[in-house]
Each structure stands twice: as C-alpha cells, then as structure tokens.
C-alpha cells in the first residue's frame, strides 16, 4: 500500500478471475470513502461471522438447520389469528392490558396504515 500525490494504491484479491492479486489506485478521498462503507454504526455487528451464518458453518450446521426447518411441525392453532392472539397464545401476556396499570384494557381506536409512495 503506498500514499503519493494525493493516490492511494493497494492490493486486493479479485475473486471474480480466481482470487488473483491486483493492485488498484484511487484519489485519497475516494479511497476513504470505499474504506468508510465497511465501518458499521456503533452497536452492529457483520452477523455473517457468528454463529451458523460464520463461514466455518456453513456446510454441515447450516445443513442440520435446513434439515430441522423441513421437519418442523405445523401450528394449525395459529392459523387465522391475528397478530395480536398469536402474541397472547405464544406469551401468555395480552397485549389490551394497560402497561401502566396493569388492570385497565386498551382497545383500538384507530389504526393508521402505511402509506406507499409511488416514484415519480
């Protein structure tokens, strides 16, 4: 990697010709930008390298997860019900209680729908 005349010049691997070496130069405020898009907010993590999405996972565990996915079993109970009966059955916490209270019921008075914008 070197610095001259306001260029960065680097090497990568070009996976796309079979992970060849190639060397690339770039003004600096570009370089830093491309550098800046893999810096994540504070907080985020690149979840690809933990857990079963970690690429050492990825034949065997994430087969098992296939696997145990297609095996899964059907809740007909759930079906038809709504968001909110999912919620009760699932936690055993019903969601019309008053979160202040705690004895008092809310209920619906409006519900605003999303509102989906057309470009142009």
């Known amino acids: 990697m070197s610095f001259e005349n306001g260029k960065v010049t680097f090497s990568y691997k070009d996976y796309k010709t079979g992970a060849i070496c190639k060397s690339l130069t770039l003004d600096a405020t570009e370089f830093i930008r491309r550098f800046l898009q893999h810096i994540l907010p504070c907080g985020f993590y690149k979840i690809r390298y933990f857990g079963i999405l970690a690429l050492c996972n990825l034949g065997a565990k994430m087969q098992t997860c296939f696997n145990l996915i297609a095996k899964s079993s059907y809740l007909p109970v759930l079906e038809g019900l709504n968001a909110m009966e999912v919620w009760q059955i699932v936690s055993g916490k019903?969601?019309?209680d008053c979160p202040i209270c705690k004895v008092?019921?809310?209920r619906?008075?409006?519900t605003v729908r999303p509102v989906i914008l057309k470009p142009g």
């Open 104 to 106: 008092g019921k809310m």
């Open 94 to 96: 019903d969601l019309c």
């Open 108 to 110: 619906t008075i409006l």
